[in-house]
């Protein structure tokens, strides 16, 4: 990325690819902890692919920022922080459809998910809202051989 | 010092949380995701509202660490004004469509898509301001 626009464009698209994320996979994990009971499982995992939408789009533009700008995060702190985040949705994600989608997805009305689901969702809303936050703090953690300012 | 990040990090928590609920919202007026029962989307609204009060706060804090920076730059007020169509949007989506079990009427599904679209346009006025600031501080260039 190399002209003024791509940077801020990358970034727009990020920011609504993150909130995409965190609206479908959140609102879902929220129901799995027990808000919004009425709604049946199955119904709301409709949403998911929307998410997952968000996280490819986010995968895209933050591989444009890596390319272009390498250094600014594999020696930054606050990366490693959120890809370990990503990595812990990421086994989380795992631990969901392989052990207990099966048996949460008949969840009716009304119905409970038993906790083993309850805690999966509050690690995933977890682990996404640190990814958030260590991603909003790449910039105060940049490495001091390479700052340079992009709005300048 | 260290206070100016941490805000940043809620701001960007309530941006999440809000335009985000609000497009699961908007997406399943639209027909995607029919079978929730709209009625039971109303238990995610203290999600969006917790998600505007803690912006709003975080973003009064963000306006006085840097009001000129905000304050002369036309894209804050398109954000600004984003915002409250978005508000007003989700509250009239509550009353007439979400509300009530009913297959949201054209008008409704309008409504919706125009949600997704200006919360679309807060966030990306938002990314923007910090690219289109041209006084940052009092006489202070950006």
Same mark, same amino acid.
């Given at each position: 990325?190399?002209?003024?626009?791509?940077?801020?464009?990358?970034?727009?698209?990020?920011?609504?690819?993150?909130?995409?994320?965190?609206?479908?996979?959140?609102?879902?994990?929220?129901?799995?902890?027990?808000?919004?009971?009425?709604?049946?499982?199955?119904?709301?995992?409709?949403?998911?692919?929307?998410?997952?939408?968000?996280?490819?789009?986010?995968?895209?533009?933050?591989?444009?920022?890596?390319?272009?700008?390498?250094?600014?995060?594999?020696?930054?702190?606050?990366?490693?922080?959120?890809?370990?985040?990503?990595?812990?949705?990421?086994?989380?994600?795992?631990?969901?459809?392989?052990?207990?989608?099966?048996?949460?997805?008949?969840?009716?009305?009304?119905?409970?998910?038993?906790?083993?689901?309850r805690i999966?969702?509050?690690?995933?809303?977890?682990?996404?809202?640190?990814?958030?936050?260590?991603?909003?703090?790449?910039?105060?953690?940049?490495?001091?051989?390479?700052?340079?300012?992009?709005?300048? | 010092?260290?206070?100016?990040?941490?805000?940043?990090? $809620?701001?960007?928590?309530g941006m999440?949380?809000?335009? %985000?609920?609000?497009?699961?919202? %908007?997406?399943?007026?639209?027909?995607?995701?029919?079978?929730?029962?709209?009625?039971?989307?109303?238990?995610?609204?203290?999600?969006?509202?917790?998600?505007?009060?803690?912006?709003?706060?975080?973003?009064?804090?963000?306006?006085?660490?840097?009001?000129?920076?905000?304050?002369?730059?036309? $894209?804050?007020?398109?954000?600004?004004?984003?915002?409250?169509?978005?508000? $007003?949007?989700?509250?009239?989506?509550?009353?007439?469509?979400?509300?009530?079990?009913k297959l949201?009427?054209?008008?409704?599904?309008?409504?919706?898509?125009?949600?997704?679209? $200006?919360?679309?346009?807060?966030?990306?006025? %938002?990314?923007?301001?910090?690219?289109?600031?041209?006084?940052?501080?009092?006489?202070?260039?950006?």
């Amino acid at each position: 990325m190399s002209g003024w626009w791509e940077w801020p464009i990358a970034e727009s698209l990020h920011f609504i690819g993150l909130s995409m994320l965190i609206g479908t996979v959140g609102v879902f994990d929220l129901r799995l902890m027990g808000l919004g009971k009425q709604i049946p499982l199955s119904a709301l995992h409709r949403l998911i692919p929307w998410g997952v939408g968000g996280f490819i789009m986010n995968m895209l533009t933050g591989m444009c920022f890596l390319t272009t700008a390498g250094n600014q995060y594999m020696y930054n702190p606050a990366f490693h922080l959120k890809v370990l985040c990503m990595s812990i949705a990421g086994l989380n994600v795992l631990v969901f459809y392989t052990t207990m989608f099966k048996e949460v997805r008949t969840l009716g009305p009304g119905e409970n998910a038993p906790l083993r689901a309850r805690i999966v969702g509050g690690v995933s809303l977890t682990c996404w809202l640190g990814v958030i936050a260590f991603g909003r703090l790449l910039t105060f953690y940049r490495p001091p051989a390479y700052h340079w300012c992009f709005w300048c | 010092m260290f206070a100016f990040p941490f805000i940043l990090v $809620v701001h960007a928590w309530g941006m999440g949380l809000l335009a %985000g609920s609000n497009a699961a919202v %908007g997406l399943r007026i639209l027909g995607f995701a029919p079978r929730v029962p709209l009625s039971g989307m109303q238990k995610f609204y203290p999600v969006m509202w917790f998600g505007f009060v803690i912006n709003a706060i975080s973003g009064v804090l963000l306006l006085v660490g840097y009001p000129t920076k905000a304050l002369t730059n036309p $894209v804050f007020y398109l954000k600004l004004g984003c915002i409250a169509a978005g508000m $007003v949007l989700m509250n009239r989506l509550r009353h007439r469509v979400v509300r009530s079990d009913k297959l949201p009427s054209g008008q409704g599904k309008m409504m919706a898509a125009f949600s997704l679209l $200006v919360w679309a346009g807060a966030i990306v006025s %938002g990314r923007l301001l910090a690219y289109t600031c041209t006084h940052l501080l009092g006489d202070i260039k950006c």
